[in-house]
């Protein structure tokens, strides 16, 4: 089948490289902004939530339909299952691998071994003071709309595949794609703006004196995380054959845009045409991608062992063997709550804490006060393990067509 991006491969490549060099640009005015003057800074906090409330509108329907896209040229019902049980029990595999690293980083390092006389006291978020995993599951569940979508989608995709009119259903699908796709790129322009604006409201709001008393846990959050990146992820696609290296510098302007947006739905169109390019399966990438949204957040999985460990060292809570086994089932459970919406991670946080009833609520907000740039680091991480999922799951189900003009093969 005809991929619906194939008419925007070349002009969306030349405009993402642009348009990550003016991200790059915008952050570093984001910096000085904030720096230089921290009350203007504190009021553009607006134009990063602006442009995520206007382009996720656009964002739902571009997934849905890849999603539909993806399985409607299967064919198989067969094939769809395989896909869809390897693409899940990879997410588990690796998504408890990154609980475990997070535990023993953590446990090892011990960030929480620190003077707490340098941390001023800093109130609750309200919207986080009182909430509790066992009274609140089921809305969270009800308010996934990626993983509802999701599975909307994977069986009108199904359901398309017997359809007579599947011919004409996909062309006519395929021109709505197309027509989304070319407005979310004159949405994009919008992307710097954003990032100006939620760079300078960060640096204005904590700077750095919030970052000096809470730097080890800082540093062990992103060491963690670039040995799950560079060792665990970096191992994984050699064994099948791809450059880690390689593969980083093929989509590092849609790194750039997450990094600057904090938020990896921002990058999904542009991901799926560079993985699609690059000789993934186009069913693979339909079902893989969305997926990870809610079950692939490898970065929330670090960061999260990483956070709860760091509260028990800090006030000297004791944690048995028991103990540790409850965290890593609680996290496996509360790391699907962070879906791809920025900030997300806090309020998986949140309901850890609640749910295993022996963490002071006190602690958010004190890791409130970094989560921002513990956010940055838990994105990125996770769009890195999704992209990667794609092309991993495309080689096991041997349905990866190496592209000659995409080199991503260890020489």
Same mark, same amino acid.
């Given at each position: 089948m005809k991929n619906e991006y194939s008419g925007n491969t070349a002009v969306s490549g030349k405009f993402v490289k642009n348009l990550a060099s003016y991200v790059f640009v915008a952050l570093l005015l984001g910096v000085a902004v904030g720096h230089y003057f921290p009350e203007k800074g504190i009021e553009l906090d607006f134009l990063g939530t602006a442009f995520l409330y206007v382009i996720e509108p656009f964002i739902q329907p571009v997934i849905f339909l890849t999603i539909i896209l993806g399985l409607s040229g299967v064919g198989s019902l067969k094939k769809v299952r395989s896909i869809s049980i390897k693409t899940i029990v990879y997410f588990l595999m690796i998504t408890t691998l990154a609980i475990l690293i997070g535990v023993v980083s953590a446990w090892f390092i011990e960030p929480g071994k620190i003077d707490k006389s340098h941390f001023k006291t800093i109130e609750v978020p309200a919207e986080t003071a009182s909430l509790t995993f066992n009274e609140h599951w089921y809305d969270f569940l009800l308010l996934n709309r990626p993983l509802i979508l999701l599975l909307v989608a994977i069986l009108l995709g199904i359901l398309l595949n017997f359809s007579s009119k599947r011919a004409f259903l996909v062309t006519k699908l395929q021109r709505i794609t197309t027509f989304l796709y070319q407005l979310l790129l004159y949405l994009f322009y919008l992307v710097p703006i954003a990032a100006f604006g939620g760079m300078a409201y960060t640096v204005s709001r904590f700077g750095i004196d919030s970052l000096l008393p809470l730097g080890k846990l800082l540093a062990t959050i992103y060491i963690t995380m670039a040995f799950f990146i560079f060792a665990i992820l970096g191992l994984i696609l050699r064994y099948y054959k791809i450059s880690l290296w390689k593969f980083l510098r093929y989509i590092k302007e849609e790194l750039l845009i997450v990094f600057g947006t904090s938020s990896s739905r921002t990058a999904f169109p542009l991901i799926v045409a560079k993985l699609e390019k690059a000789g993934c399966s186009k069913a693979v990438v339909g079902l893989c991608i969305p997926l990870g949204y809610s079950f692939n957040l490898t970065g929330a999985s670090i960061f999260l062992p990483v956070c709860t460990l760091f509260t028990?060292?800090?006030?000297?809570?004791?944690?048995?063997?028991?103990?540790?086994?409850?965290?890593?089932?609680?996290?496996?459970?509360?790391?699907?709550?962070?879906? =791809?919406?920025?900030?997300? =991670?806090?309020?998986?946080?949140?309901?850890?804490?609640?749910?295993?009833?022996?963490?002071?609520?006190?602690?958010?907000?004190?890791?409130?006060?970094?989560?921002?740039?513990?956010?940055?680091?838990?994105?990125?991480?996770?769009?890195? =393990?999704?992209?990667?999922a794609a092309i991993v799951i495309s080689k096991v189900e041997k349905d990866f067509i190496p592209n000659p003009e995409v080199d991503l093969s260890i020489t």
């Open positions: 028990a060292q800090l006030f000297n809570i004791p944690l048995s063997f028991d103990d540790i086994v409850t965290i890593v089932l609680v996290i496996i459970i509360t790391s699907k709550v962070a879906s =791809g919406v920025p900030g997300s =991670g806090f309020i998986a946080l949140t309901i850890t804490f609640t749910t295993l009833h022996k963490f002071p609520v006190e602690a958010l907000a004190l890791l409130f006060s970094v989560d921002k740039f513990m956010n940055e680091a838990r994105t990125i991480t996770n769009f890195i =393990g999704n992209a990667a």
